[in-house]
Structure formats: structure tokens, C-alpha cells
């Protein structure tokens, strides 16, 4: 089993609004990143987390908050976003600690849109 | 700086034909993948080949990875393979990070 599951699948916010999205995979992987994908674009790293600690913060607004409460959840929380934050938020997972030498299995991603 | 250059960055195909997607990359890598995103967004694993050969079904890749370059071919293409194709790696040097080509957009005509 190489599921990787994202809730919700779609998220339409306002600007004002305060949001969570939610990634869960239940492989015994242990490191989860986050990715945003802009439309015509290739996905882009925001955030990685190894063991449960962040290890990577790509320079990431801090509207964007990421939390990992265990080994198998990882939640972005939005608040104050912009309109140019809509995209596809993308969660995956890898066996090791470390993307080296290590495949990455992705979710199915929330469409996010914010008005 | 280091990238990944994907091309052609569009193909349009009939259906049975034969294709060959290219990825370039800048300096060593640790890790390769290829990716197939449908429609819908989802990225779907085709390939983790770093070097070597590998083939599933219709699909096949190699990396030469000493020639910084790896090749993904579709054969007896079918409209169900349209999408998008990433080729993604993780840089010796960079760590922890998988970098994203541009992607080969990818149409297969009944």
C-alpha cells in the first residue's frame, strides 16, 4: 500500500478566513513534505518534515503553518491568505528520514482557491 | 545554478505511436523519479531510477546518470496516457530536496 490521503479535495476560503489541511499516511514513512503547485507549473517544495521535526521551511509566508502531531499526520494550517495563494497543495511521503535515496509517493492534492 | 530541463516541453501524438521524453539535470543526483500528473492533479509514480534500467508494461526509462540525462519511453501509446510528465531529483549537494523539472506535456489522439 503506497497511499498517501488529503482532506479535504477541494477548499474554497476567504481572505479573512482561518483554514487546515489535512495529509495522512499510514507506510511507517518518516518524512512528509508539502508541496504547492501554481497552474502550468511544476510542484514546488514549502515544507519538510523528518522524525516529526520541520527540517526544511522554503521560505514560506508565515500564513502558512505547518504541524506534524505524529508520524503519520502532517496539517498546513492558512490563515490571511491572498488570492495569489490559490494553487493545488500537494502532501507526500518518503520511507526514510531523507528524500536521498528515497522514492516520494504523493497525495491527491487539495485545490485550494481563495476569494 | 543546478536544474532539470525537461523536453519537448509539448507533444501531441496518435494513438499506437512511440515517444521519447528527455530530462536533463545539471550536477550529480541521488535520486530520479518520473512522475505521470493526470488531469485530476494527482501525481502518479512511474519510474525511481537514479541509474540503470527499468520497464513497466508499455513504459520503459534509463538513466545515464555519469551523462547527466534520463530517458522515458511510452510505446503503443493510448489516450489514458495524456498528462503531464515530471522529471523529478535530489542533488548530491542539495540535500534533502526533490527539484522538478518543467514537465513535457503530453496529448495522445484517438
Known amino acids: 500500500d503506497t497511499e498517501v490521503t488529503q482532506t479535504p479535495k477541494h477548499l474554497v476560503m476567504g481572505m479573512t478566513n482561518k483554514k487546515s489541511l489535512k495529509c495522512e499516511q499510514h507506510m511507517g514513512h518518516r518524512a512528509m513534505y508539502w508541496y504547492k503547485q501554481k497552474a502550468k507549473k511544476p510542484p514546488e517544495l514549502m515544507f519538510v518534515?523528518?522524525?516529526?521535526?520541520?527540517?526544511i521551511n522554503e521560505s514560506v509566508p508565515s500564513r502558512f503553518s505547518p504541524e506534524c502531531p505524529n508520524s503519520s499526520l502532517l496539517n498546513l494550517h492558512l490563515h490571511a491568505l491572498q488570492p495569489e495563494d490559490s494553487a493545488l497543495y500537494l502532501c507526500a511521503s518518503s520511507r526514510t528520514g531523507t528524500a536521498r535515496f528515497s522514492e516520494q509517493y504523493f497525495g491527491p492534492g487539495t485545490r485550494l482557491t481563495v476569494t | 545554478g543546478i536544474q532539470v530541463e525537461q523536453s519537448p516541453p509539448d507533444l501531441i501524438l496518435q494513438e499506437g505511436a512511440n515517444s521519447t521524453l528527455r530530462c536533463n539535470f545539471s550536477?550529480?543526483?541521488?535520486?530520479l523519479q518520473w512522475f505521470h500528473q493526470n488531469p485530476w492533479g494527482q501525481l502518479i509514480n512511474l519510474f525511481y531510477?537514479?541509474?540503470g534500467t527499468k520497464q513497466n508494461g508499455r513504459l520503459s526509462a534509463t538513466t545515464v546518470a555519469t551523462e547527466r540525462y534520463s530517458l522515458l519511453y511510452i510505446s503503443s501509446s493510448q489516450t489514458t496516457d495524456s498528462g503531464v510528465y515530471f522529471c523529478?531529483?535530489?542533488?548530491?549537494?542539495?540535500?534533502?530536496?526533490?527539484?522538478f523539472g518543467g514537465g513535457t506535456r503530453v496529448l495522445v489522439k484517438p
Open positions: 550536477d550529480s543526483v541521488n535520486n
Open positions: 531510477i537514479p541509474s
Open positions: 523529478a531529483v535530489v542533488f548530491s549537494a542539495a540535500g534533502n530536496k526533490l527539484t
Open positions: 518534515y523528518s522524525y516529526e521535526k520541520l527540517s
